[in-house]
């Protein structure tokens, strides 16, 4: 059976590490979005990071009736910084002071109350934002998602390990990753690229660095992917990348959000997931939309496809729930949907336990989907 039927025949995806500046702010706003659950699961929350070399701005709106306070949030962020990697070895030092007494770097708190508008709507069960999301899901890719989304994800978390643990002589925290599958009828057949850029240290052997980052990295993460005779692999193309990181490189929520789903193979739609607390349609709809695609595919209503929900502010039902199931559309599905999930915010919240504070830390450092404990990722028997 065929694995995809769309017409591309090198599908791609695409990853930054956990220290690249926008995945950096991406786990910033998740992580004061579940400080902010963990004090108050009735909060709400749309929290927006950015870092650069100068100033870390947390920035957004809170309402709740116990909120972190913006020293609390700081420290956080000073923790989550030096977490990733920087700790002033590789580049990137926070908070420091020059010996004139000048701080170098500071982190900025700008954050007030929700508006009143949006709490009254919220509070009467509607969704708290308006929005359209896509849920996506393919039979044969692990926990169904596409192989080469899994793939790239394998590589950056295991550069990740290799420069905690220092295993690679002068690799550094920051680091981009890109892979390109080639498909023949439908099924993915070996690798046709892979590009890597990694960090690395003044000084560092970058033959060696290469050859390290290709055989120990790379290659075992490919398997039966990897084709000696086609697979082209370029190991830090541009040369030299020991200047890296927020020095260089400001980082913006937000902007990595299809590297966090599912890269090119489905819609992207709608503002960032990140940051956002479990009202915002944002995040609810993007989990929801996977958690009923997922469940279709695995079920064995289609083999690959998209589920669309849109939501308008203060509604409490979606005012559009359709499919895209590559080509055709099974009778009877929306009314099966129906039947089985949970559509309204509310409902949502509760089935898929979006207050849980702890999902916000760990949806940014191994992104939205494919982690078997997240509630979204469960398979149930439909009805």
Do not use: C
Request: proline letters at 6%; aromatic letters at 8%; zero cysteines.
């Amino acid at each position: 059976m065929a694995y995809l039927t769309s017409g591309y025949q090198v599908r791609t995806a695409q990853i930054g590490r956990q220290a690249h500046p926008d995945v950096l702010a991406n786990i910033l706003s998740q992580d004061a979005v579940g400080a902010v659950l963990d004090k108050d699961p009735s909060a709400r929350a749309d929290i927006n990071a950015t870092i650069g070399n100068k100033i870390i701005l947390i920035s957004g709106q809170i309402r709740s009736f116990d909120a972190p306070s913006g020293r609390e949030l700081g420290r956080l962020a000073r923790s989550t910084i030096r977490e990733v990697g920087y700790n002033g070895s590789n580049g990137y030092e926070l908070p420091s002071t020059d010996p004139d007494g000048i701080q170098k770097r500071k982190i900025v708190i700008d954050v007030n109350s929700q508006s009143p508008n949006i709490s009254e709507a919220v509070g009467n069960g509607g969704a708290g934002d308006t929005i359209i999301k896509h849920g996506y899901a393919v039979k044969g890719g692990p926990n169904y998602l596409p192989f080469e989304h899994v793939l790239v994800r394998e590589m950056a978390n295991k550069l990740d390990d290799y420069f905690r643990q220092e295993k690679i002589q002068g690799l550094g925290p920051d680091g981009k990753l890109n892979i390109g599958l080639k498909y023949e009828k439908g099924k993915p057949k070996y690798a046709a690229y892979v590009v890597v850029a990694a960090q690395h240290a003044e000084g560092t052997n970058l033959d060696i660095f290469r050859e390290r980052i290709l055989n120990e990295v790379v290659i075992p993460t490919l398997g039966n992917f990897y084709n000696p005779a086609y697979t082209r692999i370029i190991i830090n193309g541009a040369g030299l990348f020991d200047h890296a990181g927020p020095v260089i490189d400001r980082g913006i929520k937000g902007k990595k959000d299809a590297d966090s789903t599912y890269g090119d193979h489905a819609r992207h739609t709608g503002g960032s997931a990140f940051g956002k607390d479990p009202s915002k349609a944002d995040f609810q709809g993007l989990v929801g939309a996977r958690y009923i695609a997922k469940n279709l595919v695995a079920n064995g209503v289609f083999d690959e496809g998209e589920v669309k929900l849109g939501y308008a502010i203060g509604h409490d039902e979606p005012v559009v729930l359709d499919f895209d199931v590559r080509g055709h559309k099974p009778r009877g599905i929306e009314a099966l949907v129906r039947r089985n999930f949970p559509l309204s915010p509310k409902e949502m919240m509760q089935e898929l336990d979006l207050k849980n504070p702890a999902l916000y830390p760990a949806t940014a450092r191994q992104h939205f989907f494919g982690n078997p404990d997240f509630p979204w990722e469960q398979i149930k028997k439909l009805a």
